[in-house]
């Protein structure tokens, strides 16, 4: 959707739908990264509410420090960039950049999580060793930002599909598991002159 280039923070923009425009996600996203735990605090008090790290849930705590669902982009390491969502009550480390609409009249948080989803935030990584994002490289990130009603019909529809895909993908699974055990109960069969 769109491209940071490196240096000077230009940004390539494409034509956007009449009533749209362009907004940079440091103007009405609030972008921060909250304490960390350590694993040892994890293993020594594991606890009912999912603990998030660079790459999803990575243990359990017995506090939670989000409420509410958040957008969540990887900071560190290799997958850097990826963005997830977390589950409500949830602890989330400091490996995660929160990425929370300022206004919810303006920017739909279901809405901005899909643009996200679709957005190269490659730009916005610094550091060969160690990839990082910070909250200065992902301020100019540009998105989309379309009238609320038409965000949150956009959300509803990659919603809808997204749940038909997951329901699609777990039936293949389960089939692709039951073509996997027939060999080993033709097998069975065949050993036990039961064919």
């Known amino acids: 959707m769109n491209e940071i280039a490196r240096g000077n923070n230009a940004v ?8 749209w425009r362009w907004v940079k996600l440091g103007e009405v996203c609030k972008l921060y990264q909250p304490e960390t735990i350590s694993m040892s605090q994890m293993l020594s008090s594991p606890g009912p509410y999912k603990v998030y790290g660079a790459n999803g849930v990575i243990g359990n705590y017995e506090h939670y420090n989000h409420e509410d669902p958040e957008i969540l982009v ?104 039951e073509i996997n055990a027939m060999p080993a109960a033709f097998l069975r069969k065949a050993f036990s002159g039961g064919l």
């Open 12 to 19: 390539k923009e494409k034509k956007l739908p009449q009533g």
């Open 74 to 177: 990887t900071c560190r390491g290799a997958t850097c960039g990826t963005v997830n969502m977390s589950e409500p009550k949830c602890w989330i480390t400091g490996n995660s950049m929160v990425v929370k609409p300022l206004d919810p009249q303006l920017l739909e948080k279901q809405f901005l999580y899909w643009i996200l989803q679709g957005t190269n935030l490659r730009g916005a990584i610094a550091g060969a060793a160690q990839p990082q994002i910070t909250r200065q490289s992902l301020n100019p990130v540009l998105i989309p930002l379309p009238p609320l009603p038409e965000q949150k019909r956009i959300a509803a529809i990659l919603n809808e599909k997204m749940a038909q895909a997951d329901t699609l993908r777990k039936e293949i699974e389960t089939q692709l598991a």
